[in-house]
């Protein structure tokens, strides 16, 4: 099968506590490639349009707030069958429901503060990585 790609970000609990380089260690370790990395302040609207999709929740508000809380490392992520294969090193959303080895499992502190987000299609991983990067910043 083909490499594709996956966008990734590590959330601001995770950069907090200096854990960038041990996530992107486990992305790695999963069979991932870092294609483009950059370490960004959310602005309030990109994140309201990043989680657009989310608006209607009773959370929206919240992770809103928590996204732009401190620094984030947005990833563009390429191996084969990425989406799925970031989704399982990712583990579950509540970092309680887990599985051993996960990203998630290891450093998660909450549903909400759950350090990684990662695509769940590829077609919204094309839609994100259009977000936040330009096609030179992706080098593969
Ligand atoms: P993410 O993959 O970034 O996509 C939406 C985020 O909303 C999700 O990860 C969670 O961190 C966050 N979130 C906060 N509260 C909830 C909730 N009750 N259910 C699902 N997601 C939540």
Not at 12 to 30: F, H, I, Q, S, Y
Not at 78 to 105: C, L
Request: charge should be negative; aromatic fraction near 8%; glycine fraction near 8%.
């Amino acid at each position: 099968m083909a490499a594709t790609r996956t966008f990734s970000i590590i959330k601001p609990d995770a950069t907090r506590r200096n854990l960038t380089g041990a996530v992107t260690k486990m992305l790695e370790e999963a069979g991932l490639r870092v294609v483009a990395s950059k370490r960004i302040q959310m602005s309030r609207e990109q994140a309201e349009g990043f989680y657009a999709v989310h608006s209607e929740r009773p959370f929206f508000g919240d992770l809103v707030d928590f996204m732009i809380g401190g620094p984030v490392v947005v990833q563009v992520l390429e191996g084969e069958d990425a989406v799925k294969r970031n989704r399982d090193v990712m583990g579950a959303t509540n970092p309680s429901d887990a599985a051993e080895g996960t990203i998630r499992k290891a450093y998660a502190e909450s549903i909400e503060a759950n350090s990684v987000h990662g695509s769940d299609s590829d077609e919204n991983a094309k839609i994100e990585i259009d977000f936040f990067f330009k096609p030179e910043e992706i080098v593969g």
